[in-house]
């Protein structure tokens, strides 16, 4: 059983209510006490889970003054960059490029490493030049490498001639050197063939026959273009494939058409029909239609003469973009000489704000370089942190041993642990702990807050704090000169030390048994760890002034005022000893 160091857990305000109130088992004597019980946080409820976390990962909302978590913050993209060359991105990139770095930046398809730009020399094909008498410069072209795995671009048959704009020469080359239209130069040539009319016919047909050739940005861009076509003339061409074609059903936006026709009033009305148009459906290759090739005998007689390795993994294949793919398998992939280097997905940097207020709580810097934020109100400078550590007092026969972190906890018998709190902010708190006398679960163990209100002092200056003549402070410091914590005497009603911004209280706890009788089911996962739910209550003081302060009559700038905050914690102290 590996031990557990002691930690503390914040819950969020905006989880559901339905953890409150709800025992993690219907069968446990916490579930059975009564209306004491009824607003419990219980730690060990499924929706616990969910909103439950350390400080660090809390942010606070100055405007309404609440904890808010990362599930709860509304989240804004700032900036999209490339993780691999920190160039930012224009949003306007975003739609046409997939989300995708347009530079050279590439993974490697086998093992995701970084490929970098490699020249490769090839002699001259006229074996005159390879005289010495003769000047012969060789031919130098570009691939990818991974430094990782070892796997070049050359083994699918794909170099560059330069060692720039990668991305965009990789979009013109198929796997095995063959090449591609890119979209640019696909649109130019279909205004090309558009003026000259009965050339595009003949084109189209011999498209449509060699429609194995059709890649999806291709069968795309067809579509696309004869669907727009479609909408802006609804009347063209016959039904095509359609059966429905009079009312209009097999259109794009067919949807917005039939619900057109029912408020309108119209579905009954004989002219209805003269006025709707015909919409039909692709029947070439030039207007996007891609027959399905279920035809699989090439990829049985490849698979029958390959290697188990040279197949394709799930996670090789779901990394590669679609548009990337074997043409007329609509991006899937089944082999290793299938594969293409896979661009760089861009990341982002994120503004988040409050959900209710809208007021931003974390705004980051816009250059991709730096790692500073222009706005972070994190929790941990607005509410008191807790730290935890065991206490162990005298015994009749001697002083205790000390302490160990992670021990395990004996059951019935009493063990006594300080609470830190730390105030980080610079007016003073007040502080109201609240903790059930028994904690929920089948196995309760008993909790006593010894000192449950107590105050914070503020988070001052060191060098103010130590012009000042405070007796708590020095009566501190005696007890730190005077030996172990062994030497104190724990008193109920009064904190256990002091400092500048800290106070310390003690806890006893006495752990439950876990011994199962007749009947009761096994230990669950982690149901040894003893959990104490805890609401603290927070109140402080500040000065009226700024926006907060009305112009009003009646309301005086320099008035201070009362603020408040609560919300429940969960401490995990340790792991109950079984037997």
Not at 21 to 49: I, K, L, Q
Not at 81 to 104: D, M, Y
Not at 125 to 143: G, M
Not at 235 to 250: I, P, Q, R
């Amino acid at each position: 059983m590996a031990p557990l160091n002691p930690y503390t857990y914040i819950q969020c305000p905006c989880s559901d209510s339905a953890s409150l109130g709800r025992p993690s088992d219907p069968t446990s004597p916490a579930s059975a006490d009564g209306d004491e019980e009824d607003n419990t946080f219980d730690p060990r409820a499924p929706r616990a889970n969910f909103s439950l976390y350390p400080l660090e990962y809390l942010l606070y909302c100055e405007d309404c003054h609440q904890i808010r978590c990362p599930r709860c913050i509304a989240e804004e993209i700032a900036t999209y960059f490339c993780p691999s060359c920190l160039f930012e991105v224009p949003s306007s990139n975003l739609k046409s490029e997939g989300n995708r770095c347009t530079r050279s930046c590439f993974q490697c398809p086998i093992c995701i490493g970084p490929l970098s730009v490699t020249s490769i020399e090839m002699p001259p094909s006229d074996p005159n030049l390879l005289a010495p008498d003769r000047a012969a410069t060789p031919h130098t072209t570009y691939s990818l490498i991974c430094s990782y795995c070892n796997w070049s671009s050359t083994e699918i048959g794909i170099q560059f001639d330069k060692p720039n704009s990668i991305h965009a020469q990789l979009a013109k080359i198929r796997n095995g050197g063959a090449s591609r239209l890119t979209a640019k130069e696909r649109k130019e040539r279909r205004k090309e063939l558009s003026h000259r009319g009965g050339e595009a016919a003949a084109a189209a047909a011999s498209e449509a026959a060699a429609g194995q050739d059709v890649d999806l940005e291709t069968q795309f861009a067809n579509l696309k273009l004869f669907y727009t076509s479609q909408l802006a003339d609804p009347n063209a061409g016959d039904t095509g494939f359609s059966s429905l074609g009079d009312l209009g059903f097999s259109s794009p936006s067919s949807l917005s058409r039939i619900m057109n026709l029912y408020t309108g009033g119209k579905l009954h009305d004989p002219r209805a029909k003269s006025k709707l148009g015909a919409m039909r459906e692709a029947v070439t290759a030039d207007e996007g239609l891609l027959e399905a090739d279920l035809d699989e005998s090439s990829l049985i007689a490849q698979l029958h003469q390959s290697d188990f390795l040279d197949t394709a993994s799930s996670t090789q294949i779901c990394s590669q973009p679609p548009n990337l793919g074997e043409p007329h398998l609509h991006g899937a992939v089944r082999f290793n000489s299938s594969l293409r280097p896979v661009p760089y997905l861009l990341r982002t940097k994120r503004s988040k704000r409050c959900p209710a207020c809208r007021h931003i709580v974390s705004k980051p810097e816009a250059k991709v370089l730096t790692t500073r934020f222009r706005i972070r109100l994190v929790a941990g400078s607005y509410i008191p942190s807790i730290s935890i550590r065991r206490l162990n007092l005298p015994g009749p026969n001697g002083p205790a041993a000390p302490a160990i972190l992670g021990d395990l906890l004996e059951p019935l018998k009493p063990v006594h642990f300080v609470l830190t709190f730390k105030n980080p902010i610079f007016e003073s708190l007040k502080v109201t702990l609240g903790a059930p006398a028994k904690t929920p679960g089948r196995f309760p163990s008993k909790v006593t807050v010894l000192c449950p209100q107590f105050d914070i002092d503020a988070n001052t200056d060191v060098w103010d704090e130590a012009l000042k003549d405070n007796d708590r402070e020095s009566s501190s410091r005696s007890r730190r000169r005077a030996g172990t914590e062994s030497q104190f005497q724990v008193e109920v009603g009064k904190i256990w030390e002091r400092g500048r911004n800290w106070v310390s209280i003690i806890v006893e706890i006495v752990p439950a048994s876990l011994k199962l009788e007749a009947g009761q089911d096994a230990l669950r996962e982690d149901e040894d760890v003893l959990e104490i739910p805890m609401f603290v209550r927070i109140e402080w003081e500040v000065e009226n002034g700024g926006e907060d302060a009305a112009s009003g009559p009646g309301r005086d700038k320099d008035q201070q005022e009362k603020r408040e905050l609560a919300y429940w914690c969960v401490l995990g102290l340790g792991r109950i000893k079984q037997g």
